[in-house]
């Protein structure tokens, strides 16, 4: 099975965090289990170089099973939250933990787009840059960017200080986008940061968890396993580790 991921061009990072693929040319489906990450998808998949479809994947809040299928090619998009309002018009918490199918012809992309990625990737990008609505509330760009430049870490109450927003109406914004509250968002931004340091072996709490016991405890919370079982990744199933680069 083939993963490959690309970053955004600066004009899309405040919206989008990566462009991916998945390409499973055997006939079997791959098992997988597919662990929470902070971002939502809109995948572009087709089996067998039919049954073409979109699909818009909400956010994770928990560890899931789930198969590639055999003869798969999947092209995607991975969001960031501020994509939701300023790019799509969405609001995600009736998709959270869920997928939803999307209209045929959506942003005008079909099969044949599925041939060569990095042409997918030039394609879709141009179509999101003429999507982006001007006059970004300041105070959710510098909140996001607080987020994902300290992985999550930061305590809710210190966010809300420092982007002079109040807690109480993040936690609203939050609910009614996104369907969890910020700091349920805040933990598993800081256990998606964490699979990079499990994948190479480093297993204790580097991210401001509390001791050792927090760190394992939150990550059987959002990885059924232990970060022992989980840096083994047995035959690849979580697919999210498998496409952290080696370092």
């Keep these: 099975m083939e ?15 990566s462009f991916w693929m998945v390409r499973n040319d055997a006939a079997a489906a791959k098992e997988i289990i597919v662990l929470p990450d902070g971002r939502f998808d809109i995948i572009f998949s087709a089996v067998a170089n039919k049954d073409f479809h979109a699909t818009l994947r909400g956010l994770d809040t928990q560890p899931a099973h789930g198969t590639v299928p055999g003869n798969v090619v999947m092209f995607a998009v991975s969001f960031k939250l501020l994509a939701i309002e300023y790019l799509l018009d969405i609001k995600m918490a009736a998709v959270l933990n869920e997928g939803q199918r999307l209209p045929d012809g959506f942003w005008n992309i079909g099969p044949h787009d599925l041939e060569d990625f990095d042409m997918f990737c030039k394609k879709i990008s141009a179509i999101m840059l003429g999507l982006v609505k001007p006059g970004i509330d300041n105070r959710k760009k510098e909140l996001f960017d607080l987020i994902y430049a300290s992985n999550g870490s930061l305590p809710v109450q210190e966010l809300a200080d420092r982007v ?14 996104f369907g969890i509250s910020l700091k349920a968002y805040c933990n598993i931004f800081r256990f998606k940061a964490s699979l990079q340091q499990i994948k190479e072996g480093r297993l204790f709490p580097e991210l401001d968890f509390a001791d050792q016991t927090h760190f394992i405890k939150e990550v059987k919370k959002f990885s059924g396993v232990s ?3 989980l840096a083994k990744n047995v035959n690849g199933r979580f697919i999210l580790l498998s496409g952290l680069s080696e370092h």
């Design 3 to 17: 993963l490959r991921s690309i970053p955004p061009d600066k004009s899309l990072a405040d919206f989008v965090e």
């Design 164 to 177: 002079a927003w109040s807690r109480r109406q993040i936690n609203r914004y939050f609910n009614e986008q």
């Design 227 to 229: 970060p022992k079982e």
